[in-house]
Nanobody
Framework: QVQMVESGGGLVQFGGSLRLSCAAS????????KAWFRQAPGKEREFVAA???????????YYADSVKGRFTISRDNALNTMTLQMNTLKPEDTAVYYC???????????????????WGQGTQVTVSS
């Protein structure tokens, strides 16, 4: 079982930045592929970014087109944390953001949320225009 807690959400103006963190309860967090998803009111959950278990290589990270170039996903295995640096925020980025872990040791990340086994409780991000 992997328990995770997100933090760092809040209210920010258009063009601003926020840094989300996801803290896990177990060191096994380090060997699982991880991702961020978001869900806006009245919309389905959508993929934001993913990172492989080691975060390196050509395919170490992957981003949705809507956030590419603005968001950066990273992880610190020593601290059992994952972060999402969000820059140049837009009102359409407003959503509840969730971190997710796929229970596949040394496995590949996926963009389908159904492939993830553990989820945090979510943190609200609101971008004002």
């Amino acid at each position: 079982q992997v328990q995770m807690v997100e933090s760092g959400g809040g209210l920010v103006q258009f063009g601003g930045s926020l840094r989300l963190s996801c803290a896990a309860s177990t060191r096994a967090f380090s060997i699982y592929p991880k991702a961020w998803f978001r869900q806006a009111p009245g919309k389905e959950r959508e993929f934001v970014a993913a990172i492989s278990w080691n975060g390196g290589g050509t395919y170490g990270t992957y981003y949705a087109d809507s956030v590419k170039g603005r968001f950066t996903i990273s992880r610190d295995n020593a601290l059992n944390t994952m972060t999402l640096q969000m820059n140049t925020l837009k009102p359409e980025d407003t959503a509840v953001y969730y971190c997710a872990v796929r229970r596949q040791p040394y496995g590949d990340y996926e963009t389908d949320g159904a492939m993830y086994d553990y989820w945090g409780q979510g943190t609200q991000v609101t971008v004002s225009s």
